[in-house]
């Protein structure tokens, strides 16, 4: 029977590879993109499994390495494009939530990465900015930015 432990890449990829895929999508707006940053991100973890220290948590490591990854693909990339899906029911339920996607992901990368990180991932703003390589400062200010720019494109559809 095997151990679970923290270096083993095995459970590593069980248990993370979805929540990496979501968050790239989240980041990159692209299904494609996302697909082939989770195996980007997969490989990287695979061949710096040793490296990792402890000094976070895995889950922080492992959002750090995604979202650097994210970063790279769309430096590469000129034009993001829109998920490309289908709408599978226009509820109004999902109508809001449609709207207050396309809301976060029009803002700017800086502020949607937080945004993404904290609200959607449920990171701490200590986490965040670990994440992020910025101060904790810079965190609380891009979420209260966050809030404002979703104010004006929601009007009163914005809830805290």
């Not at 502020?111 to 959607?120: A, F, G, N, S, T």
Request: hydrophobic share 35%; glycine share 2%.
């Amino acid at each position: 029977m095997r151990r679970k432990t923290p270096l083993d890449f095995d459970l590593i990829y069980l248990e993370y590879k979805d929540y990496i895929f979501r968050t790239s999508l989240l980041y990159l707006k692209d299904y494609h993109l996302a697909e082939d940053c989770t195996q980007n991100v997969l490989i990287k973890i695979y061949r710096k499994i040793h490296t990792f220290k402890g000094k976070s948590s895995l889950k922080t490591w492992i959002t750090g390495i995604c979202i650097n990854t994210c970063k790279d693909m769309l430096k590469k990339r000129k034009h993001v494009q829109n998920i490309d899906e289908t709408i599978p029911d226009k509820s109004a339920d999902f109508e809001s939530l449609i709207s207050v996607t396309e809301a976060v992901m029009s803002l700017p990368l800086q502020i949607r990465e937080v945004v993404i990180l904290y609200y959607y991932r449920e990171f701490t703003m200590k986490e965040v900015a670990q994440i992020t390589h910025t101060k904790i400062s810079n965190v609380e200010y891009r979420i209260r930015r966050a809030k404002t720019l979703l104010k004006e494109k929601l009007g009163d559809d914005f809830c805290e």
